[in-house]
Nanobody, 124 residues
Framework: QVHLVESGGGSVRAGGSLRLSCQIS?????????MGWFRQAPALEREGVAA???????NIADSVKGRFTISKDHAKNTLYLQMNNLGPEDTAMYYC?????????????????WGQGTQVTVSS
């Protein structure tokens, strides 16, 4: 059983930064999965913002390119999303997800395991 737990969300002013963490557990390691960060604002569809495969290749959505960075710490079995220069449009619940397929995908249906989410709120 794969378990994902996000942390690091909170409330910040526009222009601020946050780093989200996602720890994976369940007798497995990050190296077994492609990983992704998604976000969902009220009344909107879940949107992929960053992905990383088992070779640590990354893909960043155009909407956050230049501001968000995805990375892994294999020793800590933890996935990160560094978010800089945040704006009110980034306000959403953020989720990490793991996929058994090794791809850089922004499609939620490509991911099998999901965390419970962490809320990010950006005020202007």
């Amino acid at each position: 059983q794969v378990h994902l737990v996000e942390s690091g969300g909170g409330s910040v002013r526009a222009g601020g930064s946050l780093r989200l963490s996602c720890q994976i557990s369940g007798q497995t390691t990050l190296s077994h999965f492609a990983m992704g960060w998604f976000r969902q604002a009220p009344a909107l569809e879940r949107e992929g913002v960053a992905a990383i495969d088992s070779y640590d290749h990354t893909n960043i959505a155009d909407s956050v390119k230049g501001r968000f960075t995805i990375s892994k710490d294999h020793a800590k079995n933890t996935l990160y999303l560094q978010m800089n220069n945040l704006g009110p449009e980034d306000t959403a619940m953020y989720y990490c997800a793991a996929s058994n397929g090794n791809w850089l995908s922004f499609f939620p249906t490509d991911f099998t395991y999901w965390g419970q989410g962490t809320q990010v709120t950006v005020s202007s």
